[in-house]
C-alpha cells in the first residue's frame, strides 16, 4: 500500500472517525470502505475511445 497525508477539515474527521467506531473500523478502513457499491459500469468515460472506455464489452 501507498502511503499519503490528507488534509480534511475537524469536522469531517470527527464524523468520520465517529462512523469508524460506529462500524468498528480503523479510521484507515473506513475510508476505504465504499458507502455506495462501485461497478464497472458506474466507472467514467475518459475520452470516449474504445481503448479507455471501462465499461465496454469484453
Avoid: C, K, W
Avoid at 28 to 54: K, M, Q
Wanted: charged residues 30%; glycine residues 2%; aromatic residues 2%.
Amino acid at each position: 500500500m501507498i502511503r499519503f497525508s490528507l488534509r480534511i477539515p475537524a469536522d469531517l474527521h470527527e464524523r468520520v472517525t465517529a462512523q469508524a467506531t460506529a462500524d468498528r473500523r480503523s479510521l484507515n478502513s473506513e475510508i476505504l470502505h465504499p458507502r455506495i457499491p462501485v461497478t464497472a459500469s458506474d466507472a467514467p468515460v475518459l475520452n470516449g475511445s474504445a481503448e479507455t472506455d471501462v465499461r465496454r464489452e469484453a
